[in-house]
């Protein structure tokens, strides 16, 4: 069973070095079947080359493997944190991608600095907080990836719907979405707005972020129920 | 009916990804028949891969779709107010190729610094002013793009076929030229321009653009009547 | 005799320009046979096109050519200099890409600035001092790469399997592992967190490295007896 | 006749797109059979995916098209200027590939940084001097182009087999060797070479070039009566 799940899973893990994102086994997507409680994740450390549909693992929403006889990949419990904290998502995509890393690497937001941002974000990409030493070696790693996500949606008070990426600090992006095919697009979108930025940056350092009406005019159009990109209203 | 045009939009369409110019459906083009008063131009937000000639929808210069089942591009408004501005056009091409997005985003002309800019452009390339919140968020919004452009122009005295490309502030270029497969040329001219420049500038943050010389120079031997590249005179 | 390690050090050379990590016939791979004490490497400058697994040469550990009508690669007296000084690696891979090649010409370590860093490196990536005249000039140029880069491990007390790569100052990298195709993959992420390292440092000049708890949480999720990342535990 | 000289001229032509090194129709390559004083180069303007090698075009030394129905290159009077100049070269390649054209826009030398370098040139790469408005203007402007080339290497007295590339000011490189297929491996490693030394003057703006011995060492391990690198002596 779960066989489209996981069909959807390994669609979206196979499409992520198919665009860039990902060198060698850096990078990991799961769909969730909330009506289940069940998600599918890739295999830890399983070359690209090799995946098959059926050796995505399935996990339950408390931990618990249900399926699969490959390990799962050791981010599974930042994937689960996310799927109990962001009700509404469907699918989470993890990946090093080399522009949005260097940001998380820098620990710095990515600035919204034109449209093709706005298209996808209605802000920012948000940046979490390091992670303390308790968090890091207390046992519960990945876990606590999750937390400092969820703390800072939290926090800042943030919608995932409108928020769909975060970069976790020294470490790299995560994105979502309603389905993991989203959540890989949003992938592919804030690779390509950090690259954006990044050269923005380098020709105007100290280069202010878009204006109000801007942002709200570009993710509008895209989103919610005035949309009118695309060929449906949302 | 209008089936070869509707070819050239298709093919000029398809290539842009092709040329590393379009990630995602970040993009469109467009080719009018000038005779008939209608555009072909990219239905909304569909993927590449699924494109057919039949999808691309006619608009005429009322703005009025004459054929198509699928919505229009959504910035359809800008294309048709360029060709309604800039009589000599046969075609429009909108992306969001990295590098010259970055200028836009900086809001910064890309400055003309070598003949490979000049074998295309008579200057810089233009970029406009930003938009009003009255311009953005008064129901109009893709029409008032293309009225900033069209008011650089007028204001500058820029002829359009010695300057075939603006970048739109906050957002990102549009090209054009005599079909829309020259458009493509441009566009692909345009991002490779934009990295020359931004390296160029690494290097020599105060560089000067080039001389008069050398520029009319360059753009001479491809366009006008003393022309020589290439196998015809123009 | 030696087919299977021919037909590695082969398989290795070959991935090189496939992984982007080689331009023209810069770069070369390496697999020993511990038993044997013989190493099987690339001829010198011969296109990959044309390679094929019979024409990889083999060397013993005294330098001497034991089989193979081709001459050697010019750099195997630095192969067998660490293959001498490393007893417990299978393969040395050598590239000039050019990420990490940029830093090895700067003179500069490349820091450790984030996750995807220490998923394979236990810290900075060292850079050896300059060679002098003397270990230029002296006849035995590539041995004399490879004692400075012997020399860097032993007087920082460094322990090459904690710290699979350096950066030859004023050349390019050179990468090890038990095997040469761990070796090939330490070479991508070698050219992966340059990449990432330059990015992070034109945000953030003066960025400090990473927090030593998230460092030693990551390399040993892949290392040693307590890893937990893939499907077999080391 | 010139069956063959047309072929090599063909081939290089289409290698330079697969390199990376040509967009659209930026650039050119021509051989040149020294017995008869006779050169092929490619049409003016052509696109690569049409072109065969019967289109090439033979000019002699004093400049007359011997045959061909198409126009020549318009670059063809540099290469004239450069196979008169330089009496050992074969093959002369012209392109406008990225990072070496952001150095000739620049108006500077790429530095010799690394052994990267070394292997193919005894120095920096040298930049001429800009063009007066008199030789732009003149009516002979791609022969200029080669004078001041010409006037470079007499001046500081350059050997060209030393120094197989030269960056035109404000335009982009030329390369050559003693066949057209080594100019085209020269024009590849001039790219590459670029890119590296712009990478290490963002790590240190004010990094010096390399010291004379490893100069010498690299550049003679592949050059010369000494060289050792590669299959035979030379």
Redesign the interface.
């Known amino acids: 069973m779960f066989t489209e799940l996981k069909r959807e899973a390994y669609e979206a893990n196979l499409s992520l070095p198919r665009h860039g994102l990902i060198?060698?086994t850096?990078g990991n997507a799961s769909a969730i079947d909330r009506a289940q409680g069940i998600f599918a994740i890739k295999?830890?450390?399983?070359a690209y080359a090799g995946l098959k549909p059926a050796d995505m693992v399935l996990i339950d929403l408390d931990g618990k493997q249900v399926q699969g006889s490959?390990?799962p990949s050791?981010d599974t419990p930042t994937h689960r944190r996310l799927f109990l904290a962001f009700s509404e998502i469907g699918g989470v995509v993890h990946t090093?991608s080399?522009?949005a890393?260097?940001?998380?690497?820098?620990?710095?937001e990515i600035p919204i600095?034109?449209?093709?941002h706005a298209?996808y974000f209605s802000g920012n990409v948000p940046v979490t907080r390091?992670?303390t030493?308790a968090e890091?070696?207390g046992g519960a790693?990945e876990w606590e990836t999750g937390n400092v996500i969820v703390e800072l949606f939290a926090q800042r008070s943030l919608n995932p719907a409108d928020y769909p990426a975060v970069l976790v600090n020294?470490?790299?992006p995560f994105t979502w979405g309603n389905t993991v095919a989203k959540a890989v697009?949003v992938a592919?979108?804030t690779e390509?707005i950090a690259?954006?930025?990044?050269?923005?940056?380098?020709?105007?350092p100290e280069?202010s972020t878009?204006?109000p009406?801007?942002l709200?005019?570009h993710f509008k159009?895209k989103h919610g129920p005035g949309a009118?990109?695309?060929?449906s209203g949302c």
């Open positions: 060198n060698l850096f295999p830890s450390g399983v490959l390990r050791s090093h080399s522009h890393t260097a940001f998380a690497q820098a620990g710095r600095f034109g449209t093709t298209d390091k992670m030493s890091i070696g790693y020294r470490h790299a697009e592919v979108a390509c690259h954006l930025a990044l050269m923005s940056l380098q020709l105007e280069l878009i204006e009406e801007l709200n005019k159009r009118y990109y695309g060929q």
